[in-house]
């Protein structure tokens, strides 16, 4: 063989093995589902933990038996939502239809969400509606969605010392840390967030719940609308909670985390 065909056949040969390293690096890229949300226990917890969250638990349990990866990373919630939007994430937890509105949403939503206030033992104050928050100090975390009503009452208040807007990661339990010292006078959270909390940081008997918003909210796992293959990851996750639910499965990924299906 000539030097000149000796050179084609080797360039041929390393570009031949470019093209087939590329394939299968997209390939395995597209096997890896990266989920992300703020810490939300029991919903979804510390990443790389023993109790990641039942539903992380459950996506694991329907897409890893069909050969996909689940990276589960906890970031603050509006980073989750707008790079979920973006399309550098490919799914954002625990979110409402309102706060990812061109996402891609499976069928089945995964539990529902209901906010209510927590308050300290000693406080007299019950929500009886938007009117009744006029009189105390709130806190709530930023760009969580607690329904109209009360995402007008933070609208108009937006600024006063009314409304305490806490960011970042496992935030409500920094919520309820001021909540006991008498920095605020109540927090807004979903109940079984609420309970799972208040548990882990040794404040049964220290706080109650007063009230509750008059909506239930559909939780979702919202995939990107960016991610040409988000219409089948939402199609995988309801047929495989169906599957789960069926065979007694998500009973015991639910029972884990004290709850029931």
């Known amino acids: 063989m000539g030097t000149k065909s000796r050179?084609?056949?080797?360039?041929?040969?390393?570009?031949?093995?470019?093209?087939?390293?590329?394939?299968?690096?997209?390939?395995?890229?597209?096997?890896v589902i990266t989920l992300v949300a703020d810490e939300w226990c029991p919903y979804n917890c510390v990443a790389n933990s023993t109790e990641e969250g039942f539903v992380?638990?459950?996506?694991?349990?329907?897409?890893?038996?069909?050969?996909?990866?689940i990276h589960y990373k906890s970031v603050p919630w509006t980073r989750a939502v707008l790079k979920t939007l973006s399309g550098e994430y490919d799914a954002a937890v625990g979110a409402t239809k309102p706060e990812l509105p061109t996402a891609i949403f499976p069928q089945q939503s995964f539990?529902?969400?209901?906010?209510y206030f927590v308050v300290s033992v000693d406080s007299m104050w019950e929500f009886t509606g938007v009117e009744s928050l006029k009189n105390i100090r709130l806190g709530v975390i930023q760009d969580y969605d607690y329904g109209d009503d009360i995402a007008a009452y933070l609208a108009r208040e937006a600024g006063s010392d009314n409304i305490v807007i806490m960011?970042?990661?496992?935030?409500?339990e920094q919520c309820?840390?001021?909540?006991?010292?008498?920095?605020?006078?109540?927090?807004?959270?979903?109940?079984?967030?609420?309970?799972?909390?208040?548990?882990k940081l040794g404040l049964l008997g220290k706080v109650m719940l007063a009230g509750k918003t008059d909506i239930d909210q559909a939780l979702y796992i919202a995939f990107s609308p960016k991610?040409?293959?988000?219409?089948?990851?939402?199609?995988?996750?309801?047929?495989?909670?169906?599957?789960?639910?069926?065979?007694?499965q998500l009973k015991a990924i639910l029972a884990r985390y004290g709850l029931s299906d």
Do not use: Q
């Open 7 to 31: 050179w084609r056949w080797v360039f041929a040969a390393s570009l031949l093995l470019v093209c087939v390293s590329l394939s299968v690096s997209g390939d395995d890229n597209d096997r």
């Open 56 to 69: 992380i638990d459950i996506a694991r349990a329907v897409f890893e038996p069909k050969g996909y990866a």
């Open 111 to 115: 539990g529902y969400s209901t906010n």
């Open 167 to 172: 960011k970042g990661d496992g935030i409500f």
């Open 176 to 199: 309820l840390r001021l909540l006991v010292v008498g920095r605020i006078d109540a927090c807004l959270e979903d109940k079984n967030v609420a309970f799972y909390s208040v548990k």
């Open 227 to 248: 991610n040409k293959h988000s219409a089948l990851y939402a199609k995988m996750f309801s047929e495989g909670l169906d599957a789960l639910r069926e065979s007694g």
